[in-house]
C-alpha cells in the first residue's frame, strides 16, 4: 500500500481560524497525521503560534469587537499578556481571507495560543496522537522580528523539551540559518527545508547566493536542491507544488530525502503529487484530501472524537 501522510496546514484553514485551538482541533476530528503549524517569540521570549511577524488585520479583533487596523504590532513586541487581549476566532468580513476560505466556520473567543497552550491539549488527545510540524518563521533580512537564530533555536528546544515535546515534533523552516542551529544544538530532532522559487518571494535564487540559505545554495552543488539539502543535514525537504516534479522527488528519495509538499488543496494536484510518490502533503482541507487518499487505498488517520462545541465540515 502506498504510503504518504496527511498534514492540516494552520490546523485546518480552509475550515477553521487558522493557528488556533479551535483549528487543530477540527482537524483533529476529522483525522490527520500532523499538525502544521508555525511559531514567532514573543517580548518574553516566549513561543506564540501565529503565522505572521505583525498581527493579521484579517482575522485580529480586540476584546470589544474591534478589527485591528494598519500597522498592527509586532508578536516580537508584545508580552503573552498582552497578545491574550485579541481575539482571533474569525476572519474579518470582505476580506481577502474571508474571500480565500468561506467555508472557514468561525470560532469566537479564540485566543493566539502559546506552545504550551498547544501542547496542553495534545498531551490529552488520544493515541496515535498527530506529529506536531512547526514552522520557524523569521526572516534573514528582518532581524527585528525574531530573535537572532542562535537564540532562537535555544528558546525553542527549551520549551518543546519541557513540554515533553521533542519526540513528537518536526521543525521546519524557509530560514535555514534558524534550521542549522537546531541542529547544532539538538541532534534528535527531523529537521525541514522548506524552499521557494516562485517569483513572487522566492527563497531559492537563479544567480547568486540567498539570505535564506545559510550557505548551502543550490549553485554549490550542482545546482541540485535535494543535495543542497542533504549536505545541510536535513530530514526533509518541504518545496512549493509549483517547483516539484517527478524527477526532483526521485532525486530526493534517492539521496534519503523525504518529500513533503505544500498546500495542496485542488484534486488534480494533490493526485499529481501522490503519482510522483511524494511522502506527506500540507493542506488547507484535510477532509477532501482524505477522500482522494481513501479513493486511491491509501491508508488515512482515523478521525478523532470532535468537542461538542466544535462542528466539522470536510
Not at 468561506?102 to 496515535?128: F, K, N, V
Request: hydrophobic share 40%; glycine share 8%.
Amino acid at each position: 500500500m502506498t504510503l504518504c501522510v496527511i498534514h492540516g496546514h494552520r490546523g485546518a484553514r480552509g475550515i477553521a481560524p487558522e493557528n488556533t485551538l479551535a483549528g487543530f482541533s477540527r482537524a483533529c476530528a476529522l483525522g490527520v497525521d500532523g499538525l502544521e503549524l508555525d511559531i514567532l517569540i514573543s517580548a518574553d521570549e516566549r513561543v506564540v503560534i501565529h503565522h505572521d511577524a505583525r498581527l493579521n488585520t484579517m482575522q485580529t479583533r480586540d476584546l470589544r469587537g474591534h478589527w485591528l487596523e494598519s500597522p498592527p504590532p509586532r508578536i516580537r513586541e508584545l508580552t503573552t499578556t498582552e497578545l491574550a487581549a485579541f481575539d482571533v476566532g474569525r476572519a474579518r468580513p470582505g476580506s481577502s481571507t474571508a474571500e480565500q476560505f468561506p467555508q472557514q466556520l468561525p470560532a469566537d473567543g479564540e485566543r493566539i495560543p502559546l506552545l504550551t497552550d498547544l501542547a496542553a491539549w495534545w498531551h490529552g488527545l488520544p493515541e496515535p496522537r498527530p506529529v506536531l510540524n512547526i514552522e520557524l518563521k523569521s526572516h534573514p533580512e528582518s532581524p527585528q522580528e525574531t530573535p537572532a537564530p542562535r537564540d532562537y533555536a535555544r528558546i525553542v528546544l527549551a520549551e518543546l523539551k519541557a513540554a515533553n515535546l521533542l519526540n513528537h515534533a518536526w521543525l521546519q523552516a524557509f530560514d535555514w540559518r534558524v534550521l542549522q542551529e537546531i541542529q547544532a544544538q539538538c541532534c534528535d530532532i527531523p529537521t525541514g527545508y522548506l524552499s521557494c522559487a516562485r517569483d513572487e518571494d522566492p527563497t531559492i535564487r537563479q544567480n547568486g547566493d540567498s539570505p535564506w540559505l545559510a550557505g548551502f545554495d543550490p549553485l554549490h552543488f550542482g545546482d541540485s536542491l535535494p543535495q543542497a539539502i542533504k549536505t545541510a543535514g536535513g530530514a526533509f525537504w518541504g518545496p512549493w507544488f509549483g517547483d516539484l516534479s517527478r524527477d526532483r522527488v526521485r532525486e530526493a528519495h534517492e539521496l534519503g530525502l523525504r518529500v513533503h509538499v505544500w498546500t495542496l488543496n485542488e484534486a488534480e494536484h494533490i493526485n499529481r503529487a501522490l503519482n510522483w510518490g511524494v511522502d506527506g502533503i500540507t493542506t488547507d482541507y484535510p477532509g477532501r484530501a482524505r477522500e482522494i487518499f481513501l479513493t486511491r487505498g491509501i491508508a488515512v488517520a482515523s478521525p478523532g472524537e470532535p468537542d461538542r462545541d466544535t462542528p466539522v465540515h470536510p
